[in-house]
């Protein structure tokens, strides 16, 4: 928990939105070291817990209600106005873990970085690069909105009882001048269609774009003019580059 707080680098101007505060461990050490902590837990039953335990810190709220169903925009005005400098800590439930990367990185809300604990094979995925094994549609999700990385990892020993799995903390830092949501959602629709076989040629997972025989040859020649290769797969193209192949698939009318 102290090495979570360290690696947000808290200090009294940063407010911590704080995703599943549990029994309020990490919470009472981000609520030190930050302007205002403001927390999200499902769980009822831990209401007279967090009430003792957060009595004396006046930084502090918490709202009980599921975080997927949240609308951050309201809570974060109602609780932390006048917020200029805003990250996301959470130890996350593994199994609703993209929904949430989803709607952190999705929200209106401007967020400097996120800090994050989840399964170290999605950490994995996640920070992964073009021409390896884990470099897949999440690893260029994640990095349409940011620079990702891992910042530890966490041995399955650390826990009681003992998970099956490993875990990693992961830091998002925000990219300031990142595209428009719509314009992501669309790229993120063409690199879906890109992966939907790894197995298979980028051109072949592309060809349900075309419309015909000449438009098939046209997607070959883009990926000649741009990679020197026609049979590439969607694993080898950077972020950049598919935003280049994006245009030219326009440019062509093919898209």
């Not at 593994?94 to 709607?103: D, E, G, Q």
């Not at 209106?108 to 470099?135: D, G």
């Not at 399955?156 to 992961?170: E, G, Q, T």
């Not at 598919?242 to 440019?251: P, T, V």
């Amino acid at each position: 928990m102290d090495k979570i707080a360290s690696v947000a680098n808290l200090d009294i101007q940063t407010d911590v939105l704080e995703i599943g505060v549990g029994s309020a461990n990490l919470t009472t050490i981000l609520a030190k070291k930050a302007k205002r902590v403001l927390g999200f837990e499902v769980d009822l039953s831990l209401i007279p817990l967090l009430e003792k335990k957060l009595k004396n810190y006046h930084n502090v709220y918490i709202t009980f209600d599921d975080v997927l169903k949240i609308d951050f925009n309201q809570e974060i005005k109602k609780n932390l106005p006048n917020s200029s400098n805003l990250i996301a800590v959470g130890n996350i439930p593994y199994y609703i873990t993209s929904p949430i990367i989803h709607k952190l990185l999705e929200s209106k809300i401007s967020f400097t970085k996120i800090i994050l604990m989840v399964q170290k094979e999605v950490a994995q995925r996640i920070v992964a690069s073009p021409k390896t094994n884990n470099y897949s549609v999440l690893s260029l999700y994640v990095q349409e909105f940011a620079q990702p990385k891992i910042s530890f990892y966490v041995n399955k020993n650390n826990f009681y009882p003992i998970p099956k799995v490993d875990s990693a903390v992961i830091t998002l830092d925000l990219k300031p001048n990142r595209l428009p949501l719509f314009q992501i959602k669309e790229e993120m629709k063409f690199i879906e269609l890109a992966f939907s076989n790894r197995r298979k040629q980028l051109k072949n997972n592309l060809v349900h774009l075309t419309k015909s025989k000449e438009e098939q040859n046209i997607v070959s020649d883009i990926l000649i003019d741009l990679f020197s290769n026609a049979k590439i797969r969607a694993q080898e193209l950077s972020l950049l580059q598919y935003r280049n192949l994006i245009s030219k698939f326009k440019e062509y009318k093919i898209i």
